[in-house]
């Protein structure tokens, strides 16, 4: 004990220490310095909740987003998965170094509300102010797009007011939603401030938001994503959309978006538009890390908003574009499901039946169907003499009104005698193929006599 007491001072002392326990302390101060940084960042740890309806492309959506981030399993792409409830991750790297900083959860919802229930396991009471809720809407469908934002808004709301989370950190989290939304600037406008300061009472007094923005302040930063904006050109060639419908649809998308105090994100996975933006965007608001993409709203198929920027005077814009139909017409009423044609919704969908099922049916019209008159038998005007081998002869051709036209051309009655004669010639008497003929051989060899006793000469 006195020897390692000694040492111990020694080591206190600044001298230095056997080699082994150097190593020892080294260890010890590493595993130290791990597990205070792996508990700190657990209790940190970043989450993104993707919600929307189905087919909506929430997958395709977040796989760009790891391709970007470079974040995938050991297998190299994330498997297909048909779970209610997906996990992905996105990893966030050093912009100078590119070292691994923090791996952001991803969970994704499937599109059947019912599954809800499932955010007990993502959004706790502990995770919620560290959680970015992004919804997914199909722009392919715009007839159905504010009804998805509006039920998953809904699911969201439900689901935080559940969890019971004290109404003084709740309206923390509120108030920290405000305050992002009012310090945005615009990174291509000269940094403006958006509060006023009185320089005799040293306060700040923060501009009033408008009547419809933060409405509905779930606490929570909101992302609003408008995939496969790609279909936009679709909608107008197929279905007759013209510019006014697109700004009508958009100018009710930001209206929810700032009721919501959400960002506005317009993406095609197909084409890769806006992808990087929406993945800066994300970490941006999840790290706050630096964010320089700029708002944009002139290219309608690639939107981008971010939270802050815009403002009931800038919607208002819109306006003057929409000449059917008025801004505070209802959703519905203006953009509707495309009519199909009338054969369509007669006939509907036609589903193709089992082969033997068609069969027994087309041979059951068949068989109810009358039968065809049975062909008179053909008059044999010509007189045909029997060879030496005992098959017929070619009969020579008749001049006169009962043998032809006097050309040499040989009627139609002898044509069918050879065509018969030739049929029977193909089996050989008395092998086993001639005993059990077909039918049809027999008929054929019972006209062929029938027509040779009619032209036998009489002697």
Request: hydrophobic share 35%; aromatic share 6%; net charge negative.
């Amino acid at each position: 004990m006195n020897k390692k007491n000694t040492k111990m001072a020694a080591t206190d002392d600044g001298r230095e220490s056997p080699k082994e326990e150097s190593e020892e302390n080294l260890w010890s101060a590493i595993l130290n310095d791990v597990g205070s940084s792996t508990r700190k960042r657990k209790e940190n740890t970043k989450t993104l909740l993707v919600l929307g309806d189905v087919n909506s492309g929430k997958s395709v959506l977040i796989d760009k987003l790891c391709q970007i981030s470079k974040s995938f399993p050991i297998g190299g792409k994330f498997p297909l998965s048909c779970c209610s409830l997906e996990y992905r991750f996105i990893d966030v790297q050093d912009e100078d170094t590119d070292d691994l900083v923090d791996r952001m959860g991803v969970w994704i919802l499937d599109g059947v509300v019912w599954h809800s229930q499932l955010l007990s396991f993502v959004l706790k009471k502990e995770t919620l102010p560290h959680t970015v809720v992004m919804i997914v809407a199909d722009m392919s469908q715009p007839w159905s797009i504010m009804e998805s934002l509006q039920r998953w808004a809904d699911v969201v709301r439900k689901h935080i007011d559940s969890l019971m989370v004290p109404t003084t950190e709740l309206k923390d989290m509120e108030a920290n939603i405000v305050k992002q939304f009012q310090s945005y600037v615009d990174p291509d406008i000269s940094p403006v401030p958006t509060s006023t300061s009185s320089a005799e009472e040293g306060e700040s007094v923060t501009l009033p938001l408008g009547e419809m923005t933060l409405t509905h302040n779930l606490g929570v930063p909101v992302i609003v994503v408008c995939s496969k904006s790609d279909a936009i050109t679709n909608l107008e060639k197929n279905y007759g959309y013209k510019e006014e419908h697109t700004d009508f649809i958009q100018q009710h998308i930001r209206k929810f978006c700032l009721h919501y105090g959400a960002a506005l994100v317009h993406t095609s996975a197909r084409e890769e538009r806006n992808l990087a933006a929406l993945h800066q965007y994300i970490l941006h608001r999840a790290y706050s890390l630096p964010f320089k993409e700029s708002a944009s709203v002139v290219d309608r198929d690639a939107i981008f908003i971010p939270s802050g920027w815009d403002s009931e005077k800038k919607i208002s814009i819109l306006y003057d574009q929409l000449k059917s139909f008025a801004p505070t017409d209802a959703y519905e009423g203006v953009i509707q499901p495309p009519k199909t044609t009338g054969v369509e919704s007669e006939a509907g969908e036609v589903e193709a039946k089992d082969d033997q099922v068609f069969l027994m049916t087309q041979q059951v019209h068949i068989n109810k169907s009358p039968k065809p008159p049975s062909t008179p038998p053909l008059a044999q005007k010509e007189t045909r003499y029997p060879s030496v081998s005992g098959r017929p002869t070619a009969p020579a051709a008749k001049v006169g009104p009962e043998g032809g036209d006097g050309k040499g051309n040989v009627p139609s009655e002898t044509v069918l005698s050879a065509f018969f004669s030739n049929l029977l010639s193909k089996k050989q008497p008395g092998s086993k193929a001639a005993t059990t003929r077909p039918a049809a051989h027999t008929e054929a060899a019972a006209q062929l006599d029938k027509m040779e006793k009619k032209q036998t000469p009489k002697v």
